[in-house]
Every structure is written in C-alpha cells, then in structure tokens.
C-alpha cells in the first residue's frame, strides 16, 4: 500500500510568479485536503476534494485553487505569490470523511523571495 | 466556535521520564472526532490515534496512552518511559462530522517535546 506522495519536495519562487504542486493520494483513497503550515505553526486547512469537485474551503483567496484527477491525485496552484506564502504545504488523502482517518505527506516547501 | 488549544509550546524531558501532552478543545457538533500527529523534522504528519466523540474509552499503546474527558473537552496524550526517539512536534486536531462537514482538521499549535538522553 502506497502512502501519500508530493512533489516538489522544495520550490523557490519569486513574489508574483504562480505555482504548482502535486499530490498522490493513498491507494484507496478517494479525498484529498491541502493544508498550509507556517514556521512555527500547526497545518491551516486550504481546501478539500472529492469526486473532482471541490468540497470545502478555509480561509484562503480565490488566488489558491486545486483540482482533482480521476485517479484521485491532486494539484495546488497559487497565483500571484506572496512572501507570505511562504510556507510547508501537506497534501492529506483519506476515505470520504474524517471518521476514517488521514494520510499525510511529506510536503512541499515553498520559499517565496 | 471549532477550536483546539495546545497551551504548552515547548517541552524538554530527559530519557525516561514520562511526559503529558495537553490538548483542550471546543466545538458545538455532537459527533466529532479528534486527533493526534507527530510530525519529525522530515515534515510528514505521523497518524497516533482517532477518537470519536461517542467514546470516552482511554487507550493504551505500547508506551502511548491517551485520556479522553468530555466533560472537560480535554484529549491529553502520555508517553511512558521517553525517548530520544520520541522528539517531535506533536499536534492535536479536531474534525466534525456535521452537516456541513468538509473532513477539514483543526489543530492546534503543536507541542516541540525535546527528549534528552
């Protein structure tokens, strides 16, 4: 059973570029959730997918943006990066819901200068 | 209001000594679950343990416990005979089962346990 799996492992970007990170959801998974930790901070909830719709959203602009492949793998995109962004960024697979727990990657780890 | 508090930033034990992780939370949904994460220095967060709110059973595993209170809303996590091993950031997190669920969690700050040997 594979875990998890995200790519890149760390990205540097320059303020105002856009970017893409990628995310392999556990084999039987069929939810993703992106998550946004900050130095020194727990992991914020970015959003969440599910039958390739997103289905939850926290407090995050419209500038973050996700999709969802048939195979369930998953894409963050950002726009217009601020410094701000700066930042671990967890992709969470799981099975519908919460109930059944979640797997998380590694991460990606975005510097933005 | 959802919200999970981690009141201690930092702890620093020495190997074998037994060290409690505190974890209060609060949420207006009946069903919830809660969580525990250890997250190493390589990043991923290392599932621990799900509760649900409907069971208030303590849980023993290995060297791990955990003390569930509703009545307090309090998810506290013990660890027996520490570890060098055992340094981490550890996170508690809340997630609701209501209608509006989205299976989004909730953490806390997370607690740094630093064990020395």
């Known amino acids: 059973e594979t875990g998890v799996t995200q790519s890149p492992t760390h990205l540097i970007k320059t303020r105002g570029q856009q970017v893409t990170l990628r995310c392999s959801s556990q084999?039987?998974?069929?939810?993703v959730s992106w998550y946004q930790q900050a130095l020194g901070q727990g992991p914020q909830f970015i959003f969440q997918?599910?039958?390739?719709?997103?289905?939850g959203r926290g407090n995050f602009p419209p500038r973050f943006s996700g999709l969802q492949f048939p195979n369930y793998s998953s894409e963050l995109n950002v726009n217009a990066l601020e410094l701000d962004d700066s930042a671990l960024y967890l992709c969470?697979?799981?099975?519908?819901?919460?109930?059944?727990?979640?797997?998380f990657g590694s991460g990606t780890r975005l510097t933005v200068v | 209001a959802q919200k999970v508090t981690q009141a201690q930033t930092e702890i620093s034990v020495v190997e074998k000594e037994d060290v409690t992780l505190d974890c209060v939370y609060e949420?207006?949904?009946?069903?919830?679950?809660l969580f525990w994460y250890k997250q190493p220095p390589s990043g991923e967060l290392v599932f621990l343990i799900r509760r649900n709110s409907f069971d208030e059973q303590n849980e023993i595993s290995g060297r791990y416990s955990w003390n569930f209170q509703k009545s307090t809303s309090s998810f506290n996590f013990t660890i027996t005979a520490s570890q060098v091993v055992d340094s981490a950031v550890y996170f508690c997190a809340l997630s609701e089962e209501g209608s509006s669920n989205t299976g989004k969690l909730i953490f806390g700050q997370g607690t740094t346990l630093q064990v020395k040997p």
């Open positions: 084999s039987g998974h069929n939810t």
């Open positions: 949420t207006r949904d009946t069903t919830y679950y």
């Open positions: 997918y599910y039958r390739e719709e997103e289905n």
């Open positions: 969470a697979s799981s099975f519908f819901s919460s109930r059944y727990g979640y797997t």
